[in-house]
């Protein structure tokens, strides 16, 4: 806590001015918002008032996508989160892991460069998290989005990274590490499990020298 993770994607999404350095895409240098981002937060953010449909056409009205386009795209993205016929539903009627595949449909509605998740899965229970888990891949494999996910889930982070950054308060980006893992994975693999013993090693050994 207190390392800068939420600043970092505040400022990749264009929504804070960094203190110096740049954002790079590919190597090429981006100007304030010029990189497009959506983003999933811890919690799902969702208008009570509004169905869950209309909750995703504020946020593609908010990105101008045309009127014409808004329906083929909720009914698409909603699909693609097993949420196909909930599309006239209030979120105050949904479980707390539905509410939270409707936040991950509004992010993918917008079809941005990248979707930004700060720590999606942590108020939900292990199971539902699980579940969560295998359906942000199956989406990933089928969209190649690109995704940044903040957790403090160590385990979580290398099922679905191919690549780990480790954050520490007044350090930053401490460390980055490549998940050598072949896909699918199994969450209590053998391999996973000691790649976890060593980042938590890596993590103990770097918070205390700068202790």
């Keep these: ?23 790079k895409q590919n190597e090429r240098p981006l100007q304030n918002s010029e990189l497009e981002c959506s983003y ?16 995703i056409r504020l946020a593609l009205e908010a990105r101008d996508v045309p009127t014409e386009k808004q329906q083929d795209r909720i009914t698409k993205y909603l699909e693609k989160v097993d949420l196909s016929g909930e599309a006239e539903s209030y979120p105050q009627n949904l479980s707390g892991g539905m509410q939270q595949r409707v936040g991950i449909a509004r992010a993918l509605a917008v079809e941005s460069d990248v ?9 939900l229970d292990e199971i539902t998290a699980h579940q969560l888990r295998e359906d942000l891949l199956d989406i990933w494999r089928e969209t190649n989005k690109t995704i940044i996910f903040v957790t403090h889930d160590i385990r979580e982070s290398i099922f679905l990274s191919d690549q780990i950054l480790l ?31 060593e980042l938590m090693g890596q993590l103990a050994g770097k918070a205390s020298d700068h202790a």
């Design 1 to 23: 806590s207190g390392c800068g993770k939420t600043t970092l994607l505040n400022i990749i999404a264009g929504l804070l001015e960094p203190d110096g350095g740049v954002i």
């Design 167 to 197: 954050m520490l308060p007044k350090q930053g980006i401490a460390s980055r590490t490549e998940v050598p893992l072949s896909r699918p994975r199994d969450i209590e693999d053998p391999e996973l499990l000691n790649m976890e013993s």
């Design 115 to 123: 979707m930004l998740m700060d720590e999606p899965f942590s108020s």
């Design 40 to 55: 999933v937060f811890q919690e799902p953010r969702l208008l009570d008032w509004a169905t869950v449909g209309e909750n």
